[in-house]
């Protein structure tokens, strides 16, 4: 598939995934990638401290607008702040000033349950509607909390009959309904645990929140070598080499290339076992062999994710 062609699927993917699997680092790579084709990038992060600035060697995030990177700008998002932009953009600018002032905005945001984060979603639905970039990535919160976050227009659809509420939940849920506006990017890496936690949240984002899924991202892969695991055999390498090897040095070789190798077949188990569970095409990005995450580690990412979307 063409770069351009993937990246203009959707104008809105939500990047989700369960704690720890890199669904910021995925974000970031994406976005980055998506800019490098010639298209516009919105970010928007929606628990905040998620590491995304730090990613692009950033100050952190606020409500406000920030350049990141070439194509790429990005923003919180807050119930408090959405909700002000609610009232301000029906007339309400004064009254907004005054709840924000008060603390009023609080008790009026945890008042109906799901109403924070359809107050979110609906600023994601009025940056797409606004065309505030070519393809908006919203960093989701990690998965169990993303699936109540993706049902709470229909939950407040179900509890509320008239008014402003139910107009807004009704406009999130035809945003996230239409493949052609918006898609879910599940993350997870080649582990039991968290393959079993994307394929539970897979099946509930289709059948209850009605959502489209694109590839799956398999994060932390570690590349296929092909490893000799004999000391005697890394010896002898080591000698056609000329290169000196102590008996304890071919040892310790040996026990890092065994592990290389259970590790591998591991992430082969998992893999294969997510593409029978979960027929959809899978984007693998490598394992980065770093304590930090930062530019330089983007671009090999990005590199990595143009790869695996032009063979898809």
Do not use: W
């Not at 070439?70 to 301000?88: F, K, N």
């Not at 918006?182 to 080649?190: D, G, N, S, Y």
């Amino acid at each position: 598939m063409e770069l351009e062609q993937f990246c203009s699927t959707s104008r809105v993917l939500i990047v989700a995934g369960k704690g720890g699997v890199g669904k910021t680092t995925v974000t970031a790579s994406l976005a980055t990638t998506a800019a490098r084709a010639g298209l516009s990038v919105l970010i928007v992060e929606v628990e905040g401290k998620s590491g995304l600035s730090q990613a692009f060697a950033k100050p952190d995030l606020d409500y406000e607008e920030t350049d990141l990177a070439p194509g790429v700008r990005a923003r919180t998002l807050t119930p408090d702040h959405a909700l002000v932009d609610y009232l301000e953009s029906h007339g309400l600018k004064r009254i907004s000033k005054r709840l924000s002032n008060t603390g009023t905005l609080d008790v009026i945001a945890t008042a109906v349950p799901g109403m924070k984060d359809i107050l979110v979603l609906g600023k994601v639905k009025s940056l797409e509607r606004d065309r505030a970039a070519d393809l908006i990535l919203v960093d989701a919160p990690a998965a169990g909390h993303a699936i109540s976050f993706l049902l709470s227009p229909r939950g407040l659809l179900d509890a509320v009959s008239v008014g402003p509420i139910r107009k807004q939940a009704t406009d999130v849920i035809e945003l996230l309904s239409d493949p052609s506006r918006c898609q879910v990017l599940l993350v997870t890496m080649p582990e039991e645990t968290p393959v079993n936690e994307l394929v539970d949240t897979a099946f509930t984002l289709e059948d209850r929140v009605g959502i489209a899924l694109g590839p799956i991202v398999v994060n932390g892969c570690y590349p296929e070598m092909d490893l000799d695991t004999d000391p005697g055999e890394i010896t002898r390498d080591a000698e056609a080499a000329g290169v000196f090897l102590s008996a304890r040095e071919a040892q310790d070789l040996a026990r890092a290339a065994a592990f290389r190798v259970e590790r591998q077949e591991l992430q082969r188990v998992q893999t294969d076992r997510l593409e029978q569970r979960l027929p959809l095409p899978q984007i693998r990005l490598p394992f980065l062999f770093s304590d930090d995450v930062g530019p330089a580690e983007i671009g090999v990412l990005a590199d990595a994710f143009q790869d695996g979307i032009e063979a898809l």
